[in-house]
């Protein structure tokens, strides 16, 4: 008997052995804070900050991107610093073309307080973009940096922290989002005008704009009430410029935020960026600006909290308007038919000299001062050698 109850007791240690052993688990270490450094933000929410590359000394512009799939410079850039690079098979598509790329290989990509090494870097012209916020875009950060660390984006303090790979607290009061990662984050949401729909689109914060769909899912999908609203745009990216309709759509949801009659574009996506029918397009920075972000790639999260831009009002204004900073001059060079600007009486090639008495001729600051729907906005330009004093009528894409 004694042998008996012995032999049930070591039975049951065996098995609580067993059981504490299946408990066990391998606890990542806590990530640990790097380094913090400021941005800014351009039109539309586009994310610009600083660096340098290897042992160049010249400071670098870069875009911060999720909706890259890896990490890129300007081909003037490589040239006016004198970075060799080689040809490669691979290819890249935007929204206006699609284009065999050059290399840069195993160069380092100096932050302040961090350097990231053995980065490949595709060469791409990024000439149009400088042109259209007036700023050298001298490259593109995308999932080439953001997979090796945590980033916290902070649009309050217009700073970004880096922390190592590991667990994290996330702040409370947030929402915690399980997109699908891949190079590229795609979070699912539901967009609804005449009916609703929910769809899977890209999560990319280099996207100057709100919400960017395919044509091919607004007319498969049928959710939209009426184009009739819809203005003529025109769009700049990879390969050029591409035309674009402008409107609004009645909601947007993404996770348990909700916006009303949200700024959105159309275009005919040619080259596929948007993968259509697996995406229907995109979620822009003029949105995502809203929230402040951690992007965590190896646990496949992204923390949205709302910040102090969550109930500030989107940008309904259109004039029709395409200004580039050309040679040193801002230009008037898209017109749209029917458009406030046309009716102005824009011609291609006049050099814009003052919007409102202001004529810092900066281009970002005349964009803003052409936001303001309903407002007269008095535009002095210079043509043929002679001043002209233009009245533009801005309009709002909220109405018909």
């Known amino acids: 008997m004694i042998m008996a109850r012995l032999k049930t007791i070591c039975l049951v240690l065996m098995l609580s052995a067993t059981v504490l ?29 600083q660096a340098t590359l ?20 300007d081909s003037i850039a490589t040239l006016r610093l004198g970075i060799p690079t080689e040809p490669s098979d691979k290819t890249i598509r935007g929204i206006a073309g699609v284009r065999k790329v050059n290399f840069a290989y195993n160069h380092t990509l100096h932050l302040p307080g961090l350097s990231v090494d053995s980065l490949d870097f595709h060469i791409n012209d990024y000439d149009l973009l400088s042109s259209v916020y007036g700023e050298r875009i001298d490259g593109i950060i995308g999932y080439s940096f953001l997979s090796r660390y945590i980033v916290h984006i902070n649009y309050d303090s217009s700073f970004i922290s880096v922390y190592t790979k590991g667990t994290i607290k996330y702040p409370r009061g947030g929402y915690l989002m399980r997109p699908i990662m891949t190079n590229i984050p795609v979070a699912h949401a539901t967009i609804k005008d005449e009916y609703e729909v929910y769809n899977r689109f890209y999560f990319d914060t280099g996207a100057g704009m709100c919400l960017l769909l395919s044509s091919d899912f607004v007319e498969d999908s049928v959710f939209l009430r009426t184009k009739t609203r819809w203005h003529e745009a025109q769009g700049q990216g990879l390969g050029g410029k591409t035309p674009m309709q402008q409107g609004v759509v009645k909601m947007f949801k993404m996770g348990p935020y909700r916006f009303r009659n949200v700024p959105t574009y159309i275009f005919d996506d040619e080259y596929n960026i948007t993968s259509y029918p697996y995406l229907g397009g995109l979620i822009g920075n003029d949105l995502l600006k809203k929230f402040n972000l951690i ?20 940008d309904y204004s259109y004039t029709g308007l395409g200004m580039y900073m050309v040679d040193g001059v801002i230009r008037a060079v898209d017109i749209m038919k029917g458009s406030p600007a046309a009716k102005a009486g824009f011609e291609p090639e006049d050099i814009i000299m003052a919007v409102s008495n202001n004529f810092t001729n900066n281009i970002q600051v005349y964009k803003n001062l052409m936001q303001t729907p309903g407002q007269k906005v008095k535009i002095l330009v210079l043509r043929d050698n002679e001043p002209v004093l233009l009245t533009l009528k801005v309009k709002s894409i909220l109405k018909k």
């Open 54 to 73: 290897s042992d160049y000394v010249d400071s670098l512009s870069f875009i911060l991107d999720t909706g890259s799939g890896g990490i890129s410079l």
């Open 295 to 314: 992007i965590n790639y190896e646990k496949r999260d992204i923390h949205l909290l709302p910040n102090s831009h969550y109930r500030e009002k989107f």
């Open 21 to 49: 052993q299946a408990q066990e688990e391998f606890i990542q270490p806590p990530s640990r804070y790097v380094t913090r450094f400021p941005f800014k933000l351009l039109t539309g929410g586009i994310i610009i900050l």
